[in-house]
């Protein structure tokens, strides 16, 4: 994918939604890492078996928080979305494929559709682009 392609703002309006919900869930989840470390930080990532949590619950909050907002505000939120992309697939494999192994498929069901979701809204946004009420489509490049 071409600069000028990655910094595209494709889309309609409408695309303020998902950015809204993608990057507002990502911003608030790299806050709550800071903010209670022992529930949704260090602490959670040393319950769920990350290793070296003291160096990547730190690195994840940053990633989300950053890449989060970067997607609120519509810069650069193709690039942004594939950070957020690994770090949701990280939580599936490390949080949702135990509960599907140990408990099946509608336990983990259950708990995995906000990742779902989140999951999807990030592929979407790596796609289509941050759409025209956007910092992207202020960008001298990202108009066609």
Same mark, same amino acid.
């Given at each position: 994918m071409t600069v000028k392609r990655m910094l595209a703002?494709?889309?309609?309006?409408?695309n303020l939604l998902i950015r809204l919900l993608v990057g507002g869930v990502f911003f608030l989840e790299g806050i709550k890492k800071?903010?209670?470390?022992?529930?949704?930080? %260090? =602490?959670r990532f040393t319950h769920i078996g990350v290793p070296a949590p003291s160096t990547l619950a730190p690195? %994840? =909050?940053?990633v989300e928080i950053v890449c989060g907002f970067l997607i609120l505000v519509g810069l650069l939120a193709r690039l942004a979305s594939i950070p957020l992309i690994i770090d949701i697939c990280v939580a599936i494999a490390t949080t949702k494929i135990p509960i599907l192994?140990?408990?099946?498929f509608w336990p983990m069901e259950a708990e995995a559709r906000t990742d779902y979701s989140m999951l999807m809204g990030l592929v979407f946004l790596l796609i289509v682009g941050a759409g025209p009420l956007s910092a992207d489509?202020?960008?001298?490049h990202s108009r066609h």
């Open positions: 703002a494709d889309g309609s309006a409408a800071f903010l209670f470390p022992e529930q949704w930080g %260090v =602490g690195f %994840v =909050g940053a192994l140990k408990n099946g489509r202020r960008l001298p």
